[in-house]
DNA sequence: GACCAGGCACATC
DNA sequence: GATGTGCATGGT
């Protein structure tokens, strides 16, 4: 069985056991961005919170939270946890945003990939995953977004063998797989449902709908 | 009460 | 270059 045969198989697999996600859960471009980073490391309930918040004061634009004190920034997205960092990486993204571009998505938007993505992660605070997930969802960039999940469900069914690192994992998803922002998208979210639902880092995987497939492991006992 | 959650930067060895 | 640590809140 082919590496594109197994990618593919697990997509099928994932796709009949949860449907379509219709992701990313956002509305705007800018409000895709600014759950990317409020996202990090943290449950996205947190942060649809810390949105709410944002948007009860009617400043989730790229003016309304540029002219906003980074103090006052901070105590609305509180729910979505390391307050202070993130109100800083946000920030450091709208003085990105306001230097270069004048605080237009659209004129980012006429960007190469390449160097859009090179600009993102030159910013503190933004990194591969952050990036990628800004590329992919907020300007449908055909990359493919690594996640702790897509380490533990790749390394789990043999997809790919540790040590890796992020550029790695992600080679392996756009290589063997056709270069579709519709797949990539569905694919990533289809890989973090089954994170929340089963694929622990302790976890029972007895009920993933993953195992069967040939290529599944013996469940570890850790991960 | 411990563990986990859609990371990242920085210090230290 | 690899490894460890701080950042913070809310659900299970």
Excluded at 22 to 37: D, K, L, V
Excluded at 88 to 115: C, M, N, P
Aim: proline residues 6%; glycine residues 6%; negative net charge.
């Amino acid at each position: 069985m082919t590496t594109t045969d197994k990618l593919t198989q697990l997509y099928d697999t994932l796709f009949a056991h949860f449907g379509p996600q219709h992701w990313w859960p956002g509305q705007t471009r800018f409000e895709i961005i600014i759950g990317a980073i409020l996202t990090q490391n943290t449950n996205w309930s947190n942060v649809e919170k810390a949105i709410t918040h944002l948007e009860a004061s009617n400043v989730l634009s790229p003016a309304g939270l540029r002219d906003m004190e980074p103090d006052r920034l901070a105590q609305l997205i509180r729910p979505a946890g390391y307050l202070r960092v993130k109100a800083k990486r946000i920030g450091h993204f709208l003085e990105w945003l306001f230097a270069g571009y004048g605080g237009d998505l659209d004129a980012v938007a006429q960007l190469h990939t390449h160097s859009l993505r090179e600009e993102l992660l030159s910013l503190n605070g933004i990194g591969p995953e952050t990036a990628d997930s800004i590329l992919l969802y907020a300007f449908d960039r055909p990359l493919f977004v690594v996640d702790t999940y897509t380490a533990r469900v790749a390394t789990r069914h043999g997809l790919i063998e540790p040590p890796f690192d992020y550029h790695q994992l992600q080679d392996l998803f756009q290589s063997n797989l056709p270069q579709d922002v519709g797949l990539f998208n569905e694919y990533h979210a289809l890989i973090v449902a089954t994170g929340k639902d089963f694929c622990k880092p302790t976890a029972k995987c007895e009920a993933c709908p993953l195992n069967g497939l040939p290529h599944t492991l013996d469940v570890p006992s850790e991960c």
